[in-house]
């Protein structure tokens, strides 16, 4: 049976069973055994578990760390929006978009090869990638707009 413990400066822990005498008394001093924690978004505050379920912005930034398209999917829904032009849209399909060299003006062309290197042989687009925050800039479009590429929640 799982056991739960808490110390102030080390936070949560659970155990699979009930720790020996000999591993008790190696934990730091102030440990205290708890509940087992209900979630990741309790906190123990001395005496018990308080749920504090995330804001809307964690909930969003969390997404966006993990919010992704297949790159056929993500050229459609840019082709959908408008944020690609049809030329742009076929050329993302079989390569690299000659207008997103932009991105790089000023840059050395190794950062601009690498690039195309990654979007040539990356199958799925990650909303959170640097390629995207940068054509997102070159194209003026918000975060909601970008979110709503990748299909916001």
């Known amino acids: 049976m ?10 949560y822990w659970q155990t699979n069973s009930k720790p020996s005498e000999a591993v008790l008394d190696g934990y730091p001093e102030g440990t205290v055994e708890v509940p087992l924690r209900p979630s990741g978004e309790h ?8 749920h504090n379920p995330p804001s809307d912005a964690e909930i969003l930034a969390r997404w966006r760390e993990t919010a992704s398209l297949p790159r056929s999917a993500f050229i459609l829904a840019a082709l959908d929006a408008e944020v690609l032009t049809e030329a742009e849209a076929e ?8 207008s997103w060299d932009a991105f790089f003006d000023g840059k050395p062309a ?15 687009v990650r909303r ?5 925050a940068q054509l997102a800039a070159f194209k003026g479009l918000t975060d909601q707009k970008v979110d709503a590429l990748f299909e916001a929640p």
């Open 43 to 50: 906190d123990w505050n001395g005496s018990k578990w308080v």
């Open 128 to 132: 959170n990638a640097p390629l995207i």
């Open 91 to 98: 050329q993302a399909v079989n390569g690299w978009p000659a």
């Open 110 to 124: 190794r950062d601009r090869i690498e690039a195309k290197a990654r979007w040539v042989e990356t199958s799925v």
């Open 2 to 11: 799982e056991h739960g413990f808490f110390h102030p400066d080390r936070g």
